[in-house]
């Protein structure tokens, strides 16, 4: 089956611009997350979808922060404007439903905020 | 609330020899807890997962880990470590009892694996 898939790879912008990601999951996985993962630490849940719902959004930086599922497929996260502590790898993950079965992961954004 | 500690930021190991990287954890639920480890410039792969069966988890590449409740930890061990295993090492905590529960990942371990 095909992976997670995650675009653009790599991002380089001036803070206070704006920048968006795209994720798409695994054909028929119910849950979406995106996690940030800052240079020399582990990632971090800043949003969880279940179809096209929010579960969890309690880490997500609202006032610069965005994320949307749409039709409970596809999902984008937006940062604007752009800091310069944004600069971090960007992880989108699916799994069926039910954390039983771990999460399969995407290669990452990798964003350089300058 | 939840909370994972991975014991060792760094661990080096010659080729051919064991590997260990240290994982405790804190839950106030029945966990769930995963090893993964990222390559660079990879995303992370789910090494195993001990999900309430068989104390003893066996995964890819040889890795196994033991789930010590006793201890509240997870070390994951490899009997004989290869060049291929270099990567950084995540031990993650979930909540079992929430569907597709919040998850907690550690800082990580890194592994080089010496000639």
């Known amino acids: 089956e095909a992976g997670v898939a995650q675009s653009p790879r790599y991002k380089i912008i001036e803070k206070r611009q704006s920048v968006a990601f795209w994720c798409n999951p695994i054909s028929g996985h119910a849950t979406l997350y995106w996690y940030q993962q800052i240079l020399g630490q582990g990632p971090k849940l800043l949003i969880q979808?279940?179809?096209?719902?929010?579960?969890?959004d309690s880490q997500l930086p609202k006032d610069r922060f965005s994320a949307e599922r749409l039709k409970g497929v596809d999902s984008t996260l937006k940062i604007q404007p752009a800091k310069l502590e944004d600069s971090a790898v960007y992880l989108c993950?699916?799994?069926?439903?039910?954390?039983?079965?771990?999460?399969?992961f995407g290669s990452g954004t990798r964003l350089t905020v300058v | 609330a939840q909370s994972v500690t991975q014991l060792d930021s760094h661990v080096s190991v010659s080729e051919g020899t064991p590997v260990l990287l240290r994982c405790n954890y804190s839950?106030?639920?029945?966990?769930?807890l995963f090893w993964y480890v990222q390559h660079p410039n990879k995303g992370l792969q789910l090494l195993l997962k001990y999900t309430s069966a068989a104390t003893l988890v066996k995964g890819i590449n040889g890795f196994e880990a033991e789930f010590k409740k006793s201890e509240t930890s997870f070390h994951l061990t490899k009997p004989s470590a290869h060049m291929s295993d270099a990567a950084e090492y995540f031990c993650?905590?979930?909540?079992?009892?929430?569907?597709?529960?919040?998850?907690?990942f550690g800082d990580g371990t890194t592994l080089t694996v010496k000639p």
């Open positions: 993950a699916s799994s069926p439903g039910q954390l039983f079965y771990g999460y399969t």
């Open positions: 839950s106030s639920y029945s966990p769930s």
């Open positions: 993650v905590v979930s909540d079992r009892n929430t569907n597709a529960g919040k998850s907690t």
């Open positions: 979808f279940q179809n096209n719902g929010v579960v969890d």
